[in-house]
């Protein structure tokens, strides 16, 4: 059975600080990892997606894998009050069909 | 608007009666894949389909569920008989043969009393 982990929070930052959410997969066959944004009583938003190890940039956000480590994570630099949401961790498995998702991490920016 | 669309956006229903989801895929993609969110739970896989196929059935409750995605028209999620612990936000979900980029709609909300 597959499991993808994330401490639930809350994450608390300020404004203009970096916040760092994490993830940790149990599958090594896992391929493609994404994160979703889901604000309260809404529908999770893809943000970011990595597929190969390293880092990936798209403007404050940066997806980091590592799949030695079977660990994902996603930094937002800069963070703003309307970065405060539930980040979602989901893997997909190559010759599979769904998205298996982490329960998310709720992230609260301080002003 | 070219996202995923979903229908009601919130439905009541008496213990004991039917529920109907409905949902029209973004423009362009033909797989669809229905999950649940449990209140406090994780995003949970039900079911996936292609037009008049379903493809993997494995999140599905073995009674009372059922999934279609007829060639005309919307797919449609259907709870026979729904009891309290169905009550939850189903969403549905689509992509382009690119399996693994998911796009979701705004769910419905189900509330059973």
């Known amino acids: 059975q597959k499991e993808v982990e994330q401490n639930s929070g809350p994450l608390s930052v300020p404004e203009g600080a970096i916040a760092s959410l994490n993830c940790t997969y149990s599958d090594r066959v896992s391929q493609s990892f994404f994160w979703y944004r889901q604000y309260s009583g809404k529908s999770p938003e893809l943000i970011m997606s990595?597929?190969?190890?390293g880092d990936k940039e798209d403007g404050r956000f940066t997806a980091q894998l590592n799949k030695a480590s079977q660990y994902v994570s996603l930094l937002i630099r800069d963070s703003q009050p309307s970065d405060s949401a539930t980040y979602l961790c989901?893997?997909?498995?190559?010759?599979?069909?769904?998205?298996?998702f982490g329960k998310g991490t709720k992230l609260s920016v301080i002003p | 608007n070219a996202g995923v669309m979903q229908n009601p956006r919130h439905l009541v229903r008496r213990r004991g009666q039917e529920a109907r989801l409905r949902c029209s895929p973004m423009k362009g993609h033909s797989h669809v894949y229905w999950y649940r969110q449990l209140p406090e739970e994780g995003l949970k896989f039900m079911v996936y389909?292609?037009?008049?196929?379903?493809?993997?059935e494995s999140g599905m409750p073995k009674e009372r569920f059922s999934a279609e995605f007829p060639k005309e028209g919307p797919s449609i999620l259907r709870i026979q008989q729904v009891v309290r612990g169905d009550s939850a936000a189903y969403f549905c979900?689509?992509?382009?043969?690119?399996?693994?980029?998911?796009?979701f709609g705004p769910g419905t909300r189900l509330t059973v009393t």
């Open positions: 989901a893997v997909f498995e190559a010759g599979s069909y769904q998205l298996t």
């Open positions: 990595i597929y190969s190890n």
């Open positions: 389909l292609q037009k008049e196929n379903i493809i993997d």
């Open positions: 979900a689509s992509s382009s043969g690119r399996l693994y980029e998911q796009y």
